[in-house]
């Protein structure tokens, strides 16, 4: 069974800019999770799609925000960029995203740089 | 406060020493106890999952939880060099839609 995908790996912008990034869950899997992952913070919840519904959200500013087509595939998208927004973006699938017995699976990560 | 703590280390042992990985919590809603293992450039795998209390082994890990004292760890026995990674703490509440939270993660480098 193929993993979580997320597309590109790279991503080198410059303030104010605007990003999308992708992600592919795992075949089945209905819930998809977005993280920030940054040295100083380690992983930081973003939010979760679940039927195309965003179901749970951090606590992070407007600017980051997602959506999730009816094949389960999401993207996330930044506005308005900024230096502190360079970070691993991580997204995590799972089957139904409800109750804590059901594991999340990462993808490798879009390595955002703001320059 | 966060509502998990874990020491960022970085820890450094010698080849098939035995690892001891901790994570403190506060939130006592937590049931769900995840181990993740990240290598460099890489996201996080699942090692190990467990449910309450209790001890959980796979091979050379071991996972172990105690709710009263909100307290988990992770056992790596007989470590070897592609033990070296981050090691990441994950909990989530019991019920209804849940969100993880992790730890900051502890970096572990064994040595030949």
């Known amino acids: 069974k193929a993993g979580v995908t997320q597309t590109p790996r790279y991503l080198i912008k410059t303030r104010g800019q605007q990003v999308t990034l992708s992600c592919s869950p795992i075949?089945?899997?209905?819930?998809v999770s977005w993280y920030q992952q940054t040295p100083g913070q380690g992983l930081q919840f973003l939010f979760e799609y679940f039927s195309e519904t965003q179901r749970n959200k951090g606590n992070f500013p407007g600017r980051f925000s997602g959506r999730q087509f009816s094949n389960s595939r999401s993207e996330m998208n930044v506005s308005t960029l900024e230096l502190g927004d360079s970070a691993l973006y991580l997204c995590a699938s799972s089957f139904t995203g409800t109750s804590g017995g059901d594991t999340q699976y990462f993808g490798p990560g879009t390595r955002l740089t703001v320059l | 406060q966060k509502e998990v703590e874990q020491d960022p280390g970085p820890l450094s042992v010698p080849e098939g020493a035995i690892v001891s990985l901790n994570c403190t919590y506060s939130?006592?809603?937590?049931?769900?106890f995840m181990w993740y293992r990240q290598y460099s450039r890489k996201g996080p795998e699942l090692l190990m999952y467990?449910?309450?209390?209790g001890n959980k082994e796979d091979g050379r890990f071991t996972a172990q939880v105690d709710k009263s004292s909100k307290y988990i760890s992770l056992f790596i026995r007989d470590s070897q060099p592609s033990d070296s990674a981050t090691y990441l703490c994950?909990?989530?509440?019991?019920?209804?839609?849940?969100?993880?939270?992790f730890g900051t993660g502890t970096r572990l480098k064994v040595l030949a």
């Open positions: 075949s089945g899997h209905r819930s």
């Open positions: 467990t449910y309450s209390s």
């Open positions: 994950a909990m989530s509440a019991t019920s209804g839609t849940y969100k993880y939270i």
């Open positions: 939130n006592s809603a937590f049931q769900y």
